[in-house]
């Protein structure tokens, strides 16, 4: 069975960090490309940042400068540090699984973990 399980969400004042952890199972880690989305209240859910199975990463512009993914391979946790956090930062966080090309798999979703920026 896999799964995708976040944490570290929660409640941080404006400027202040978290960081949050995406632990996947039942899947081969090492062969897919991970995201972090989020979707705050009456929007969409939008990429946040992606980092390849060979560790290329990529951020939305909004977050660029702010916020760092990372994975650790050994452990099938992807991580994502953010830092310098605003109340636009508010939203439920979800991370994604999708097979790098030429693997077969299927696209897996956690079920996300909130974020909330206030004061």
């Known amino acids: 069975q896999v799964q995708l399980v976040e944490s570290g969400g929660g409640l941080v004042q404006p400027g202040g960090s978290l960081r949050l952890s995406c632990a996947a199972s039942g899947i081969d880690f090492r062969n897919y490309d991970m995201n972090w989305y989020r979707q705050a209240p009456g929007q969409q859910r939008a990429l946040v940042a992606g980092?390849?199975?060979?560790?290329?990463?990529t951020y939305a512009g909004s977050v660029k400068g702010r916020f760092t993914i990372s994975r650790d391979n050994t452990k099938n946790t992807v991580y994502l540090q953010m830092k310098t956090l605003t109340p636009e930062d508010t939203a439920v966080y979800s991370c994604?699984?999708?097979?790098?090309?030429?693997?077969?798999?299927?696209?897996?979703w956690g079920k996300g973990t909130l974020v909330t920026v206030s004061s």
């Open positions: 994604q699984a999708v097979p790098r090309e030429e693997y077969t798999g299927m696209v897996y």
């Open positions: 980092i390849t199975s060979i560790g290329g990463t």
